[in-house]
């Protein structure tokens, strides 16, 4: 059971930076995949950023790609996501999840990952 618990969002003005972070316990494997997701009211739930475990190999939903970074600190068991030039439309309740250890590819569909968290309010206001 891996479990996951997110911090750092707030409100912030357009143009803006937030650093998320998601502190991951029971990561047994650096083939997990760990994401970054988010969801406005009333849309989908909807990717923003994965990477695997231990390794560099990352994805961005082109929304966020040359805005967003994902990063993760191994020994502190934590993933990142640095957010800049942030604009409205990047409003919603930011989601950190994991794919079980045996899948080692990045996926960017919500169903396929088991674990979550609960969830930070970014509010970016123009």
């Known amino acids: 059971q891996v479990l996951l618990a997110e911090s750092g969002g707030g409100l912030v003005q357009a143009g803006g930076s937030l650093r998320l972070s998601c502190a991951a316990s029971?990561?047994?494997?650096?083939?997990?995949?760990l994401g970054w997701f988010r969801q406005a009211p009333g849309k989908e739930r909807e990717f923003v950023a994965a990477?695997?475990?231990?390794?560099?190999?990352?994805a961005y939903a082109d929304s966020v790609k040359g805005r967003f970074t994902i990063s993760g600190d191994v020994a502190k068991a934590t993933v990142y996501l640095q957010m800049n030039s942030l604009k409205p439309e990047d409003t919603a309740v930011y989601f950190c999840?994991?794919?079980?250890?045996?899948?080692?590819?990045?996926?960017?569909?919500?169903?396929?990952?088991?674990?979550w968290g609960q969830g930070t309010q970014v509010t970016v206001s123009s």
């Open positions: 999840a994991a794919r079980k250890s045996y899948f080692s590819n990045i996926s960017t569909t919500p169903s396929t990952y088991a674990y």
């Open positions: 990477i695997k475990w231990g390794g560099s190999t990352s």
């Open positions: 029971a990561l047994t494997s650096t083939r997990n995949i």
